[in-house]
T-cell receptor, first 108, second 112 residues
Framework: AQRVTQPEKLLSVFKGAPVELKCNYS??????LFWYVQYSRQRLQLLLR??SRESIKGFTADLNKGETSFHLKKPFAQEEDSAMYYC??????????FGTGTSLTVIP | NAGVTQTPKFRILKIGQSMTLQCTQD?????MYWYRQDPGMGLKLIYY???????DKGEVPNGYNVSRSTTEDFPLRLELAAPSQTSVYFC???????????FGQGTRLTVV
């Protein structure tokens, strides 16, 4: 069963515009949600996680348990934000489930 | 600080050949994972390990084997390579439950 869904494979926004990358999950317990980012020719790295409630590089994500969503948002997109973004869910601790990813392109 | 190191970075195999993808981490993490990344499919878990001597299957284990004799190393073995195994393989490690996973740089494998 698909635990993490990212409905947009490709997303393009203009520089300075707001951006929202969608993530919905399916899990009956209390999962931990993450956003990972993969810049061109680099390894996947953690962008942010729900439990820490941080804002990294201007990105934020709010866990909405009612809608089972964990959308990633940034008010003003920058060119350096162009990358592949993965939403991930960790269950009781043994596994991470990743979405199919959203490729974000920020147009100058 | 090396983190998670994978070797090789690239490899071309012929159908039926075997190979081992190496993965080592220096963060003393108990949990280690192998994923494959196919275009448009995201990351799929192949195998994972929660500690030395303990391994378990993920979503797509067929055609692969793993071992975990030490905390640091988690090699992935392909016994009879098939074109369907053409993919990018990522190794990752973490402390465990609800903690961040650290990834290697990936191995791009082509089976022809």
């Amino acid at each position: 069963a698909q635990r993490v869904t990212q409905p947009e494979k490709l997303l393009s926004v203009f520089k300075g515009a707001p951006v929202e990358l969608k993530c919905n999950y399916s899990y009956s317990g209390s999962p931990e949600l993450f956003w990972y980012v993969q810049y061109s020719r680099q390894r996947l790295q953690l962008l942010l996680r729900h439990i820490s409630r941080e804002s990294i590089k201007g990105f934020t994500a709010d866990l909405n348990k009612g809608e089972t969503s964990f959308h990633l948002k940034k008010p003003f997109a920058q060119e350096e934000d162009s990358a592949m973004y993965y939403c991930a869910l960790s269950d009781t601790g043994n596994q991470f489930y990743f979405g199919t990813g959203t490729s974000l392109t920020v147009i100058p | 600080n090396a983190g998670v190191t994978q070797t090789p970075k690239f490899r071309i195999l012929k159908i039926g050949q075997s190979m081992t993808l190496q993965c080592t981490q220096d963060m003393n993490h108990n949990y280690m994972y192998w994923y494959r990344q196919d275009p448009g499919m995201g990351l799929k878990l192949i195998y994972y390990s929660v500690g030395a001597g303990i391994t378990d299957k993920g979503e797509v284990p067929n055609g692969y084997n793993v071992s975990r004799s030490t905390t640091e190393d988690f090699p992935l073995r392909l016994e009879l390579a098939a074109p369907s195994q053409t993919s990018v393989y990522f190794c990752a490690s973490s402390f465990g439950g609800y903690t961040e996973a650290f990834f290697g740089q990936g191995t791009r494998l082509t089976v022809v």
